[in-house]
């Protein structure tokens, strides 16, 4: 999977919408949104704040198995 994609996933997995994922990192929706669909990618800054606000890895939002 790719990132967007695993952003999305875990997103959802955790109900939180797009709106509510932008407000707890500071964005816009609409760059969530865009992460999600591949059209942009996030800072390291903005990852390591997704992969808090998700509580997973950010190796897990890239699809890096670290087994």
Known sequence: M???ENIRRMREERGLSQSE????IELQKQNVSAFERGVKTPSLEKLVAIADVL?????GLLGRDVS
């Open 2 to 4: 790719s990132l967007g």
């Open 21 to 24: 994922l932008a407000e707890k």
């Open 55 to 59: 509580r997973c890895t950010t190796d």
